[in-house]
């Protein structure tokens, strides 16, 4: 999709079309987290602060996010991929991958499918999409960012090596910015220069990644469209969020743990598994720097203040060096829960508590009953920006040991 | 009408519609349980 967020705002809101906006994750938010065509026109980036996309477009106008309508319309236009192949693999909320190996003999050809999509996607919610038509995963997704917005692009098996041999390696997806940086210092800039490296080469400074990115040089990707229902099964349950503000406050951070220890807790209760080892993620103000540290304990738990705990013993044991921009939590090492009764009875009473408070969840939203020290004017703890590990199915399968 | 989209609080659907007078534009949203409607939001140009 292009500029996804900003498109879908501008067709809510007619008064939005045509101008520059950007759209930020909460009200108290700085940073840009997309913008329309016509900001970008002006200079607008992802990832600049307001303060800095109104200095490059002073027209510019800031639209709160609304993941709802994002998420819904997501799931609406993998629906409409579906109706072409069964084989859709959701890359992240606005970027999807396609076989239609099997659907050329109904639909006559990948270009007819791609322009019936872009037809559908428009004509239902108005926005455009690029897409690129390539012999796989790896050049679909080259071909799909060559031309924005409202592009398709075919790289034709023959045509594979012509179109790599000048394009930089940096276009390629799974070569960032600190690879571009080694590679560069291999005197490698294009796609041509990395597929005709010496593999040993590569292997000999980034061992069995070498081998994979010869390969990305010369085109080669043999991995498959993996479809819903099929992808490796979850090997951990966590949350993190964005917060509303950077924040510096030891309480305050502890409130959020909380919140987010319920919420791991709650997921994990729901698929019935539990987990020994607790995951906490750290991102700075700076949007740059980040750590993550982790415990593993002698029993496996699943319970929110359990959790909780176990996260607060991990940071009470880091300094932090700014405020915190990003927080989360993730329970891993998960086996299933085979419920049995505690001995004593106040642990059996905080179990009872526990599953009451989940069925009242379950029926009437997540944090209808939640901890008391949650609810005082902090309910809006987080920014909702949405995790790339989003999915328009949500998460399915909870891998156990 | 200028956009619709669904979301869900506990077993609860919501049903949301962004419609414009042509100088506002206003978030109605219909609960399937209570068979309700209400205004969720208002953004006008002017302040």
């Known amino acids: ?401 | 009408m200028t956009y619709f989209w669904r979301d869900r609080v506990g077993e609860v659907h919501l049903m949301h519609y962004a419609v414009t007078d042509g100088e506002a534009l206003y978030e109605l949203v219909y609960n399937t349980l209570d068979q309700t409607w209400s205004l969720n939001g208002l953004h006008t140009e002017q302040p």
Request: glycine share 8%.
């Open chain 1, 1 to 401: 999709m292009n500029a996804f967020f900003a498109s879908v705002e501008q067709q809510a809101n007619p008064e939005l079309r045509g101008k520059p906006i950007a759209v930020v994750g909460g009200s108290e938010r700085t940073v840009i987290t997309t913008s329309s065509y016509e900001a970008r026109a002006k200079g607008v980036k992802t990832g600049m602060a307001v303060w800095e996309g109104k200095r490059v477009c002073p027209e510019l106008i800031i639209v709160v996010g609304d993941n709802r309508k994002y998420t819904y319309t997501s799931s609406k236009i993998n629906e409409i991929f579906r109706d072409y192949t069964p084989e859709v693999e959701a890359f992240s909320i606005d970027e999807s991958w396609l076989d239609i190996t099997h659907s050329l003999g109904i639909f006559g050809s990948a270009e007819t499918i791609a322009y019936l999509i872009k037809a559908r996607i428009r004509h239902s919610f108005g926005i455009t999409c690029s897409i690129g038509i390539a012999p796989n995963k790896l050049l679909a997704k080259l071909a799909s960012d060559m031309k924005k917005p409202d592009g398709l692009t075919i790289i034709a098996p023959d045509d594979v090596l012509r179109v790599l041999e000048r394009m930089p390696i940096n276009e390629l997806c799974g070569i960032g910015k600190k690879m571009q940086r080694h590679l560069n210092m291999m005197s490698i800039h294009t796609c041509g220069e990395l597929g005709r490296c010496e593999e040993a080469r590569l292997t000999s400074k980034f061992g069995i990644t070498g081998s994979r990115l010869k390969q990305m040089g010369q085109g080669i990707d043999h991995s498959t469209v993996i479809q819903f229902g099929e992808e490796a099964a979850v090997k951990s349950v966590g949350h993190s969020r964005t917060l509303e503000r950077d924040i510096d406050d030891p309480a305050e951070i502890r409130h959020f743990l909380l919140q987010l220890s319920e919420m791991v807790g709650s997921r994990a209760r729901k698929y019935n598994v539990s987990g020994k080892t607790i995951h906490l993620y750290v991102r700075y103000a700076d949007f740059f720097s980040s750590w993550g540290k982790q415990t593993t304990l002698k029993n496996y738990i699943n319970q929110s203040d359990d959790i909780y705990r176990a996260s607060l013993s991990i940071i009470d044991t880091v300094k932090l060096e700014q405020p915190v921009r990003l927080l989360g939590v993730s329970l891993s090492n998960l086996k299933h829960h085979a419920e049995q009764l505690p001995l004593f009875g106040v642990e059996r009473k905080k179990l009872f508590a526990t599953q009451a408070m989940d069925k009242i969840n379950d029926r009437f939203g997540s944090m209808a009953v939640t901890y008391g020290s949650l609810l005082p004017e902090k309910e809006s703890a987080g920014s909702h920006v949405i995790p790339p590990s989003w999915r328009p199915d949500g998460i399915r399968s909870v891998d156990v040991k």
